[in-house]
Every structure is written in C-alpha cells, then in structure tokens.
C-alpha cells in the first residue's frame, strides 16, 4: 500500500529552490539537492535510492538518513543533512519555516560536504 504524500505546491517548492540557490552553504545546498529530488526525481540526496516517482516511503528514507548523519558522531556533511532533513520536513508541510539559513552553521575553516551516501 502506498501512503499518499501531501506536499507543497510545486511552484512553491520551485521558488524555494531558487532561493537556496542564492545562498552559498552546506545547508543550502542540501536543502537544495532535497527540493531539487522532490520536483524532479531522480537519486535521493542521501541515500542515492531511485524508484521512480518520489513517493512518502522514499521520503522517510531520506528522512532517516538525515537524521543518522545529523544526531549520529561528528561527521562531515552534518549540515548538508540537516538541510536535506529541514526542505523535507517543510516540503510535507511538517514545518512552517522554509529552509534558508542566514548563514552556515558549520565550524570556521571546516569543510562540511556533502556526505558519502548511506547504504
């Protein structure tokens, strides 16, 4: 049985990428690669997984593997993660705030990628 997702409207979705595209950081960057997989399709932003449309359990996947990456030990691409993690929240309408940082939140002088991804 497929659980229906209810998400943003694409054309919000859509405005939002843009607008992490304008933003140079690990956050927006995962927040953007999340949206991006939302609207288009294709490998998941973490885990990489395809099935053809995204659908609710392709995104509590990804979800999970955020969630790994974010409150598991000290790795890099913990931000890219928690962007990732936060577009989807917000894309289901889990969250009210879209995922735009003022800033990056990673340490000075860290290089915080986007992680290998989960297996």
């Keep these: 049985m497929t659980i229906p997702t209810r998400l943003r409207q694409r054309d919000i979705l859509t405005a939002q990428l843009a607008s992490c595209q304008r933003v140079d950081s690990s956050f927006s960057r995962g927040a953007a690669a999340a949206l991006r997989w939302l609207i288009a399709g294709g490998p998941g932003p973490l885990t990489g997984a395809t099935a053809g449309p995204v659908d609710f359990g392709m995104i509590v996947q990804e979800l999970a593997a955020a969630e790994a990456i974010v409150y598991g030990p000290p790795s890099t691409g913990r931000e890219y993660a928690r962007g990732v993690e936060h577009a989807l929240l917000w894309a289901e309408c889990a969250t009210s705030g879209p995922p735009v940082p003022t800033q990056d939140r990673s340490r000075p002088g860290s290089h915080d ?7």
């Design 113 to 119: 990628r986007r992680p290998a991804r989960q297996q």
